[in-house]
């Protein structure tokens, strides 16, 4: 929900963390001013980029900044943040996929949201912000249409995907997606030349969001018996990290094909930081600017220390050769079949949050930085045991685009 591109402040020079602050804070204060205080709930680091994308491709004038007052999430400082067309499409995007996560929730009676009661709230608040975002979306230019057919195709793709179905098939429509608001923001800046290559750009970033969200979600997915697209169709994690850094890699060329101002956050972001998130999501262990895809002394990037190799004997899924979990079609690990190691799920392991009790966990932890600085914290959601994303970092992680990015300009 909250976003896949979480940067360390620590890999942020002084300036760049500044930026990256008025864009997250500036689609905050967007979502309260267009849609009222609620809609501050779907605030997302993956949503600014549409803001960092607009910003980056216009030249920046005095209108663009404005100092917001005191926040808490500030402790109570007050800030310079974006304004303009692009912190509101980032709102639009923000509100019409959060009322599809809403939705998608009801549709799986998570939570609180199995009560009938609750559940009929929650389709209002969804179909409240689907309006709010299409009206935005109008004043922009930009019809929202495409999302909301995007995430309807995906529920019948889900319906029926089945082993042997093209992991791509499944991530098409979020790809779709994220494409279209990507390429609009080339409308807004007046480069209508870039939504060509940002659209390319947006494509891949969507199926990068779609396979993290899987890789990660896989355990809890598999002990809950919830849907998820890689034990569905069967994919590898072979598989989908190879296509992970393929969509990294095809990020980064598209956006050498377009023309920007001044690219300097939006490099870091999509150049440096999805490079992170793919290792975060994977379990390894290394920083982006030690290599490309580079593993772990111990061979095996997916977590199991010792193991020869990603699925040799000492796989951590649980099973041989083959398919995660060393599983057959309808065995376990295979279509059709438990998933591996789990059997019915762990009884110890706390339960999954429901969407509105997950949101109060969240402004929680962030409230009090744990997110950030927290030696260990459970998710929000899942209630998986995470680390706070800069606790170990030595603020040296990422002292240049030199060091970081080996990729001639990227």
């Not at 042997?164 to 790809?175: Q, S």
């Not at 779609?210 to 598989?239: C, F, K, M, Q, Y």
């Not at 002394?297 to 899924?317: D, F, I, K, W």
């Amino acid at each position: 929900m909250f976003g896949m591109v979480r940067p360390c402040t620590h890999r942020l020079t002084d300036g760049l963390k500044t930026e990256w602050m008025a864009h997250l804070c500036g689609l905050c204060l967007a979502l309260r001013s267009d849609h009222g205080q609620f809609a501050r709930v779907v605030t997302n680091y993956d949503g600014l980029i549409v803001s960092v994308l607009t910003e980056a491709q216009a030249e920046r004038t005095e209108d663009s900044r404005r100092t917001a007052g005191p926040c808490p999430l500030r402790a109570m400082r007050t800030a310079p943040v974006a304004r303009g067309e692009g912190a509101r499409l980032a709102a639009a995007v923000s509100l019409v996929l959060a009322s599809a996560k809403v939705r998608d929730h009801v549709a799986d009676r998570d939570g609180v949201l199995a009560r009938r009661p609750v559940a009929a709230a929650a389709r209002k608040v969804a179909l409240g912000w689907d309006r709010a975002g299409a009206r935005t979306g109008r004043e922009l230019g930009f019809d929202t249409a495409v999302l909301v057919d995007a995430v309807d195709r995906q529920t019948g793709i889900e319906a029926v995907a089945g082993a042997g179905t093209p992991l791509l098939t499944v991530t098409e429509p979020t790809e779709t997606a994220t494409a279209a608001a990507f390429a609009h923001t080339a409308v807004l800046a007046g480069r209508p030349r870039n939504m060509a290559p940002l659209a390319e750009a947006g494509r891949l970033f969507g199926r990068l969001a779609h396979l993290l969200d899987a890789v990660e979600d896989r355990e809890a997915d598999a002990a809950s018996g919830a849907w998820n697209p890689l034990t569905a169709t069967g994919t590898s994690l072979r598989e989908a990290r190879r296509l992970a850094d393929d969509a990294v890699h095809g990020v980064r060329l598209a956006l050498r094909d377009a023309e920007f101002v001044d690219d300097r956050l939006l490099h870091v972001l999509l150049a440096h930081e999805l490079r992170q998130s793919v290792d975060r999501a994977f379990g390894t262990t290394t920083c982006s600017h030690q290599g490309h895809g580079q593993q772990p002394p111990h061979g095996n990037p997916y977590g199991g220390a010792g193991a020869p190799g990603p699925y040799g004997s000492a796989n951590p899924y649980g099973g041989g050769q083959g398919m995660p979990g060393g599983g057959v079609p309808g065995g376990p690990g295979g279509p059709g079949g438990l998933p591996p190691g789990f059997g019915g799920g762990d009884p110890h392991r706390p339960k999954p949050r429901g969407f509105w009790a997950g949101c109060a966990a969240f402004t929680g932890l962030f409230c009090t930085c744990r997110i950030c600085c927290a030696e260990e914290y459970e998710g929000p959601w899942s209630r998986k045991k995470r680390e706070g994303c800069c606790h170990k970092c030595d603020g040296d992680c990422c002292p240049g685009c030199d060091c970081c990015c080996p990729c001639d300009g990227c």
